[in-house]
């Protein structure tokens, strides 16, 4: 081979090695999964390494470009059906090295996008997050909509712990923490519809993923009056058991006051009723204490009451309320309590979390607890409140009368416009025998 043909073989070569180490460099997009909320759509690629991508946006029609550097799609990879904003997806190859994908859209989004590292059981991921181009706002009963005559329903925001790309643990036989939070959460927002008084609201009712602050954010957007946010444990022996109720540490109400106080944004917002944007910063921190201090002394408060109820329905895995820095706890207004229902990597707990019948047991004893902490603290302005004006007026007005000679219950009663039976029964009376003497709680009519 004479030496021109030599050299011109050998860059052929070294042309076609350096396309196929290329090739073989190329990170492998494997899957796409999608998620649509009530606000935004989720889409998850899991891909082989880290990528160098590229997001743009195209209008009539609608359509957002994904290209990424020197990548490939893999055997596994497909579109996937249309979902939330989703309209529909394209993807092929993009030059010699690139991949390109096309999301047809339903209508104009801001995209947002990022790139996460290997997690658990999950790899590199490549996550897209679609918002409407106009927001619309989450349909909440107000205050003002409530007839002030009976006193307003007070708000229960109810979070199901993780969802979406985010399964959080996994039981033996295979139950995901968050298909099992989203059920106890469903089964919770119902009991408490259906109770006098109190109406309840989801950060999430389906399979979707909300960032953690997002989540007590919703809380106070809602107006809630108490957040409650449902998890299932884990643990690495799967002895472990029992229900908990956890709050706030102190170490993370102070860091996160002092975030709240840093940042403008936050200030500019209502803590309790009170901007603290127009305050010096000493003040501020004052009012922002006493939100807080008042904050988590009845979230303390509304735990012990969980926490008596759910003891009454099994063994709970300690005596008293727990305390951690939990992200979904850090409201500085609303009153936050986050329940692990059981621990899902125990057999016996996962297969009562997976019954229907346990779960509905699990949000009547919530529920319990909740109701007894409002009738025991009951809001202004709320039903509860008012309930509670028109129970201390009856006491108020009940009188006393002393049994006289020839006095008998029937006349007692009739002489009072009350019932035979309703004296008895205020007086735990077993018959209507009385002694001269004896003085008996006249009940208001």
Same mark, same amino acid.
């Given at each position: ?6 050299h ?5 070569c070294?042309?076609a ?9 190329a990170?492998?997009?494997k ?6 909320g ?6 998850v ?9 590229k997001l743009?946006e195209l ?8 290209d990424l ?9 497909s579109?996937?059906a249309?979902?939330?904003?989703l309209?529909?997806l ?11 994908i ?7 989004v801001?995209p947002?996008?990022f ?5 658990d059981?999950?790899?590199?991921r ?15 009963k107000?205050v ?6 009976k ?14 790309d ?8 295979g139950a ?5 939070t989203l ?13 006098p ?11 979707y993923f909300?960032p953690l ?7 106070r957007?809602?107006?809630?009056d ?10 690495t022996?799967? $002895?472990a058991?029992g229900?908990? =109720? ?5 170490? %993370? @109400? +102070?860091?996160? /006051?002092?975030?709240?106080? !840093?940042d ?5 917002d209502?803590v309790g009723?009170i901007?603290?944007?127009?305050k $010096?910063?000493?003040l501020?921190? =004052? ?5 807080? %201090? @008042? +904050?988590m002394? /009845?979230?303390?408060?509304? !735990?012990?009451q ?11 895995h300690?005596?008293?309320v727990?305390?951690a820095?939990? =992200?979904v ?14 621990f ?7 297969a009562?979390l997976?019954?229907p ?9 919530i529920?319990?607890g909740v109701?007894?902490?409002f009738?025991?603290?009951p ?7 008012a ?5 201390r007026?009856?006491r ?19 002489n009072h416009g ?9 007086n735990?009376?077993a018959?209507?025998r ?6 008996l ?5």
């Open positions: 081979m004479s030496g021109n043909r030599y011109r073989w050998l860059a052929a070294l042309i090695w350096s396309g196929m180490a290329a090739y073989a460099n990170t492998e997009i899957n796409l999964r999608v998620w649509a009530p606000e935004y759509t989720r889409a690629f899991d891909v082989s390494g880290p990528v160098d991508y743009f209008a009539k029609p609608d359509r957002i470009v994904l550097r020197e990548s490939t799609l893999g055997a596994e990879f579109a996937p249309a979902k939330g904003l309209k529909g394209r993807a092929g190859k993009q030059g010699k090295a690139d991949a390109r096309v999301f047809d859209l339903a209508e104009g801001h947002k996008s790139l996460l590292p290997p997690a059981k999950f790899g590199y490549l996550v897209l997050d679609l918002y409407p181009s106009t927001a619309k706002p989450v349909a909440v107000s003002a909509e409530v007839s002030v005559g006193g307003r329903d007070v708000i229960v925001a109810i979070d199901a712990g993780h969802g979406g985010d399964p959080g643990a996994t039981g033996a036989s995901h923490e968050k298909t099992i059920a106890v959460a469903r089964e919770l927002k119902k009991a408490i519809d259906r109770t008084g109190m109406t309840a609201v989801l950060t999430r009712d389906s399979d909300i602050e997002q989540r007590y954010l919703k809380a957007e809602m107006k809630a108490l957040f409650v946010s449902i998890h299932a444990d884990a643990f022996s799967s $002895d058991r229900s908990s =109720v956890w709050v706030l540490s102190p170490r %993370g @109400a +102070t860091n996160e /006051a002092a975030r709240w106080l !840093a403008r944004e936050n200030r500019a209502l009723g901007s603290l944007d127009d $010096d910063d000493t501020a921190k =004052v009012l922002l204490d006493l939100s807080q %201090g @008042a +904050t002394g /009845a979230s303390n408060a509304v !735990a012990e969980v926490l008596g109820s759910l003891k009454k329905l099994g063994p709970t300690r005596n008293y727990e305390r820095n939990f =992200v706890l850090r409201s500085p207004d609303v009153p936050s309590i986050l329940v692990e229902t059981a899902i990597t125990n057999p016996t707990e996962e009562r997976t019954n019948d346990h779960r509905e047991k699990l949000a009547d004893a529920l319990d109701r007894d902490y009738r025991a603290s809001p202004p302005g709320s039903l509860f409140a309930t509670s004006r028109r129970e007026g009856d108020a007005k009940a009188s006393r009368y002393v049994v006289g000679r020839g006095d008998t219950l029937s006349a007692i009663a009739a009350l019932t035979t039976a309703q004296l008895r029964a205020a735990n009376l018959d209507e009385v002694r001269v003497g004896a003085v709680e006249i009940p208001s009519g």
